[in-house]
């Protein structure tokens, strides 16, 4: 509660133009917002790069923020935003192609035997596929929403949340 | 029959997807089938696997000083701020020139690492401000990231990780000119140090490329027996 009421007020602070409280923001949701950045992009200097412009954009954003208390899921929704606005101008095909095959020479990974964690098999995955696995099973969101951020059909994405499991699970298991 | 057809809708069923009528034969076929049972458990311990994954990594270094420099009011970005940026990336790309022996072959013969826009097709001469050459430019880094991505486990570790500074430092110096191009839209100069910064990216990549290919092959060399 105390830390709720600590985050509202840095907020608002913030809000004022109080560079130093937006810092203490910073710190108190970096961590999450590189994991979502990552996750999604499969690159640390991306993800590095649009961590910075989340939070870049936050700041010049934070007179838009209607109220404080929603502050961490209006990050995390402009932070998911921005990294497919970017994934789509880099990798429009891959993004909206739901059966690239580049990744899995004859439907398998090039070695079904390798065991790797987790995060490692989801950074392995097409760029498509790991978008909306991370979307749907990591961050709770609706095909209908991963759909309309990717301007696609809703279809495309359940057939790339299958198709990232599929490969997931080739990958993982020995 | 084939089990094939129930799997779908085991997946539906652990994603809330599926109709209480499918449901029920799914249960029905559930009940009777040791094998569907078994990717069911083996669907869900994946999706568990996923949503129990840390929600926190940060990152490796503290981003927070490149953020602070642009949290002040709108203002326009100083000439000299961008001039400093590219020249510091110019020089740290000293660092990576090749040590004295043999060189490895030239960017212009190595083949692309994916079908498309490749090293070899990179517009080297483009003018200032040239658009195409800016998307081309976009495009084989692209393929380069890719191709250094796959071939990084066979790079020593300084190595990589002089690349990977580099790299980030490059990128800063992008976002520098980007943000003075926006406050400046038609100022040609800035354009065409985005082009040089871009071109630098993509020679470090395609330059440690080469470095790994280089490697691969001298590895793959039959080595003379001992002794003669």
Known sequence: MREASSQIELVSRARGGDVEAFEALYRAHVGRIHAVCLRMTGNRATAEDLVQEAFVRAWRKL???RTESTFSSWLLRLTVNLVVSHLRSRLPRELEDAFDERAEPGGRFPNPAARVDLEEALRSLPAGARLVVVLHDLEGYRHEEIARLMGTAVGTSKAQLHRARRLLRGRLVV | MSCEIWRENIERSLDADLPVAEMRLLSAHLAACPACR?????????????????????????LWPAIEARCSKPRRVPLWATLLAAAAAAALLLVLRPAPGPRPPSSRSLPATTPGVGVATLPLDSGYGDIAGIAALDAARLDLEAAFAERRQTLSPRTTLVVEQNLALLAQSIMTIQEAIAADPGNHRLQGMLVQVKRREVAVLADVTQRSVARGREEMRPREPAGL
């Not at chain 2, 696997?49 to 990594?57: F, K, N, R, V, Y």
Request: net charge negative; proline share 11%.
């Open chain 1, 63 to 65: 007179s838009s923020l």
């Open chain 2, 38 to 62: 078994r990717e069911q458990e083996a669907l869900r311990g994946l999706i568990a696997g996923l949503q129990e994954l840390p929600a926190e990594t940060p990152p490796e270094s503290d």
